[in-house]
């Protein structure tokens, strides 16, 4: 493996239309997620420092975190040509504490459950580094075997001293298993808080509405000028006017924000905050939970949506509690290697857990029909004001309906001519009554008198409206 | 409207659909100032003349705004109140020339004079006491000015302008819509009024309705720079993809739709708001004005994002048909689901978004019964 790799990174920094972000919030903790990420390496788990990963002590640890980087770089120093370097890690925190009732001995077989019996020889070069700055002068634990060198690097903050072992020399046709011995039982001191830490959750109750709040805390000596990047979801629209008032704005600029669109893109925020010296600084976006389609939700609807980290990049300026600051590095030796100074820190926070409100599954069907029904309800009525007309008749008559009338009519048809015509008359008689000759509707005088006293109303009223204007 | 309720109500989904909701006015006008391209997001769906006028509004009016609202209410109750007088002394005239028609069984059925006063004050009584256009003032939705318009187009109708009236019905329809189906009534009376001119009637409303949308829309364009806005407005309320509940049909019926009826049903829907603009408007040619307030109680009730200040302003014109009140049926009934379904629907909406303790099912089921109601009545 060369380590003295050139980035080749320019071309991709430059053209930002390259840049691609995405977000998986959440993955179950599985063994299947391990295989494929081993499959990767040189020699699988047969052989080398792999054959360490067993899946029981891995996933019954504290934290894991599984990782590939990819980037490209150029191939020599012309950097005629790229090519992709490939990034694995595997970071593991464990608790040796607890079961060692107080000591902190840790050894590769107890953490690993088996101790390291090969190396892949495909490898070029295959090391183990543990760090002992902390044990100055070999005073809190004793490593076995003894490490092959110590590498000193940095100083301050950036002092670090590395263990290094070479995993195939100490191999040798043995087994190899490194154990350090402590001197006393572990006391828990304090430990030096992060330079800058985050936390975001939800607030607010009920699936309406709610607001992602973020607390970023310096705890350093130094302002930090922070860049927060959200990538949200569109089931969560933001209303970011009530926490981006003119006050708010004053310590905080929203440098890029891409609204999202239902169903075809999420939100893109992101916001540069200056936060002084060990203080505080609270961000918050307010959003409302859209209700979805129903064959939107996840199987589990009720459980909730899971909303990615946001993205916190801040430039330190000390390099204190930085594991690696050296970004340009290809090896792990050039990366475990502090550099003075300013130190880019990534951090991601928390991802979130929302709920939104949801339909009942089970019932399109009845949903659908009910919606329908009213919709028939009105157009029921309607069609029949608008086809059917309203027809007085003679209320006196009581003359058989028309359907009888009909069967009259046919009878009478099988008549003779004369009697057709005698039939046309009786016809005609039965034709409904205008208001006007309905013999019923003769007290004419009563609604004169009516008209006559409106009449004279609107006289009055008019006469009474030119007097008032006349003044 | 300054007491801790009016936040409240602001954010009830009976009163502020995504349509009309002022919130979501200020988050327009704030990504506006921000030089964001607000009709390219899923925020703001309101007209680019309403994006305008709102960041006026805020900028220079931000402290009297709620007696901005609570003044374009009673604006709006005092051309309703006009338009109720000259409707009605219109009426008694027809009455009068007709009287000796009726039948004298009928006279209790007959417009009195006196009701020519009563009937006024009804209607400004109904618009300003109406539970649903308090609330929706002092939740200060967009429909308080698209009811002030409707309102404008009203009187303007009834008091003969026909240039006036196309104005205003393309503004209104420029702002939600659906009113556009008010212009088959203007034109219906305007030619009524003005038999012996009778292309003259039917052109100075459509003419004046078609330039005047025609500079709306150039100007919204100059002003959201693109036609984008269209998508976002239009498109927004034909294809109803937000689908929050409100007290309309749309939104549960569409959450439960399958994917490939989609389209077919929202046609249907969004047909079945203008289908009775025909129908009726042949039946009850006579009357424009009723079929006016017909028409507008059933987009009311057949828009996509329906609010009750919509519901608010038809009821409140119905007054204008007192002496009618007798041939109404299942008043009582109605009357009761009214009643019942404005105070269960914020009930089963808290049970079922704050307490978790019912679904949705029971909010859906108050607002099919509101809907039922006001079909019925209608």
Known sequence: MKCDIKIYTLWYAENSSFLRYAALPRENVCTENLTPWKKLLPCDTRRGLAMLLHPAPLYTAHYHALSIHLRPTCQDESCTSSHLELVQALSLVQNPTVSMEGHQDWSLRQLFSAPLISTCPLASMSKVYVDVTTNKDRQSFILYPEPDSIDVSGSGDSLRHLAVYDARQALNNDIFDLEAHYQSRHVYGLIPPPHLHVSRFVTGYGQEGGSITVKLTNTGGQPLSVVYLEVLPWYLRLFLHTSHTHQQMQSAYMSKLVTARDRERGWLYEAVVEIPAGATKELSLEFTRALLKWLEYPPDANHGFYIPAATVSVVLPTPRNVSVNSLDGTCLKDKLILNEGASFVRIHTETLLVSLPTPDFSMPYNVICLACTVVALAFGPIHNITTKKLVLKKIEDKASPLSKLLTKLKSLLKRSKMEEKETKGTDNKQEPVIVEENPLYDDREELEDIKEEEESEEDKTASEDENKKDR | ?378
């Open chain 2, 1 to 378: 409207m300054n007491t801790p309720w009016a936040e409240c109500i602001a954010k009830r989904v009976e009163l502020s659909t995504p349509l009309n909701s002022w919130k979501r006015v200020e988050e327009g006008v704030f990504l506006h100032s921000q030089g964001i391209a607000v009709y390219s997001g899923g925020v703001f769906h309101e007209t680019p003349f309403c994006l305008l006028f709102g960041g006026f509004l805020i900028r220079s009016w931000q402290s009297y705004l709620h007696l901005i609202f609570v003044g374009c209410d009673l604006l709006t109750a005092a051309l309703l109140a006009s338009v109720a007088s000259s409707y009605s002394r219109q009426l008694l005239e027809q009455q009068k020339n007709a009287v000796s028609q009726f039948a004298s069984d009928a006279s209790h059925l007959l417009l009195t004079s006196s009701a020519l006063g009563t009937g006024v004050v009804y209607v400004a009584a109904a618009y300003l006491f109406c539970p649903y256009t308090i609330a929706s003032c002092v939740a200060q939705t967009t429909s308080v000015f698209a009811n002030l318009i409707i309102a404008a187009a009203f009187a303007s109708m009834v008091k003969g302008y026909p240039v006036i009236f196309g104005t205003l019905v393309a503004l209104v329809a420029y702002q939600s819509f659906y009113p556009v189906c008010l212009m088959v009534p203007g034109i219906l009376f305007f030619m009524q009024n003005d038999s012996h001119n009778l292309k003259a009637a039917l052109l100075k409303p459509l003419l004046s309705f078609l330039v005047s949308l025609g500079l709306l829309m150039v100007i919204s364009a100059e002003v959201a720079g693109g036609w984008e806005f269209l998508e976002a407005t239009y498109g927004f309320i034909l294809a109803a993809p937000d689908l929050t509940p409100n007290i309309g049909l749309f939104w549960y019926f569409f959450t439960e739709m399958f994917e490939h009826f989609r389209l077919f049903f929202l046609a249907t829907f969004q047909i079945n708001a203008f289908v009775y603009v025909l129908p009726l408007a042949i039946r009850l040619r006579k009357d424009p004005v009723l079929l006016a307030t017909a028409l507008l109680a059933f987009t009311a009730v057949f828009r996509s994002y329906p609010a009750l200040g919509d519901v608010g302003i038809y009821l409140s014109l119905l007054p204008m048909w007192k002496h009618l009140y007798p041939f109404m049926r299942q008043t009582f009934i109605v009357g009761c689901m009214f009643v019942a379904t404005s105070v269960l629907g914020p009930i089963m909406y808290n049970l079922w978004i704050f307490s978790g303790s019912a679904n949705a099912n029971f909010y859906f089921a108050v607002t099919l019964a509101f809907n039922t109601a006001q079909v019925m009545q209608g």
